[in-house]
């Protein structure tokens, strides 16, 4: 679960534990909101975690991106509500596409 563009605690509208206690789950990353930091992206046509390499919104990204690698191919899926690993449910999407017909082929000569 990720949390994006958490407002400081001062100007919440629901608090976090109420918030996880609705949802039934805990929050595993909370992308705090930065307003600057964006802007200063956006002005430098640099991504978000490159402009701000030092700011406190830039870690949970970071994390969440390590995590994402670290889950690869072949490793077997995991539940994150219960933690017990998931068997595989068939091809993945992209496995299910043709590329083959999809390749232009030249005109055959009669």
């Not at 949802?23 to 909370?30: L, P, Y």
Request: net charge positive; hydrophobic share 40%.
């Amino acid at each position: 679960m990720v949390a994006n563009r958490v407002q400081p605690t001062a100007q919440l509208e629901i608090s976090r534990k109420d918030f996880e206690g609705s949802i039934e789950r805990k929050i595993d990353f909370m992308v705090p909101f930065d307003q600057k930091l964006a802007a200063q992206s956006a002005k430098l046509g640099k991504p978000l975690t490159e402009a701000g390499k030092g700011s406190k919104t830039i870690v949970p990204i970071v994390d969440l991106a390590t995590k994402l690698m670290a889950v690869g191919d072949s490793a077997e899926p995991i539940d994150s509500a219960t933690k017990k690993k998931v068997g595989a449910k068939g091809p993945s999407l992209m496995g299910k596409f043709d590329f083959k017909s999809l390749i232009s082929r030249p005109a055959k000569k009669k």
